[in-house]
């Protein structure tokens, strides 16, 4: 039997370490894991009941059930979030959207500062929006509809409900 060479264990060792850095990774909740890539652990709700993310930093988020959370906006979750992560931001995002007056909008990306600040940006359309990042520092609890939000827009928005297609010319025309 031949003895085996110091070259030949160093990609043994390499793939050791990858799975054991994915292995470290899937062990982390979704809120310690975003912190590692400099963003806020509240950007998700509470109710993430499970998440997987891929080499490739694509990732996808599930949660128990829709929900919204008022942050300087209100913001609405669907049960399945994904898109693509890395260091200081979240590009190619799909299942968050803001309310802005009587309309919803996608956010399409999420980016913080490098070096960190005490800002966020939010890419919505063409829009790119700064806020405070400190909202976003703790993780906050769902509520399950628009009835608690103190407004008539919630209720609007429920008598009012778009049918998807025609939401989604309605959201095509105000970014063209």
């Given at each position: ?6 070259s030949?264990?160093?990609?043994i ?6 799975a ?10 979704v809120?310690?894991l ?19 993310l ?9 949660l ?15 049960t ?7 260091y ?15 309309f919803?909008f ?8 490098l ?34 939000s ?10 009012i409900?778009l049918?998807?297609?025609l ?9 063209e």
């Amino acid at each position: 039997m031949a003895p085996f060479s110091k070259s030949g264990l160093i990609p043994i060792l390499l793939l050791l370490l990858s799975a054991a850095a994915r292995l470290s990774l899937s062990d982390s909740t979704v809120f310690e894991l975003l912190p590692k890539y400099g963003l806020p652990s509240g950007l998700l709700p509470a109710s993430v009941s499970n998440y997987t993310l891929s080499d490739d930093g694509r990732f996808v988020v599930v949660l128990d059930k829709p929900c919204y959370i008022q942050f300087e906006y209100l913001v609405y979750y669907e049960t399945k979030i994904t898109g693509k992560l890395s260091y200081g931001a979240i590009t190619d995002l799909k299942g968050i959207q803001v309310q802005r007056l009587f309309f919803w909008f996608d956010v399409d990306e999420i980016r913080v500062d490098l070096p960190p600040s005490d800002s966020i940006y939010f890419t919505v359309g063409i829009i790119n929006k700064k806020l405070d990042v400190d909202q976003f520092q703790s993780v906050h609890s769902c509520r399950d509809g628009l009835s608690g939000s103190g407004s008539c827009l919630g209720s609007l928005k429920r008598v009012i409900q778009l049918p998807s297609p025609l939401e989604e010319e309605i959201k095509m025309l105000l970014t063209e």
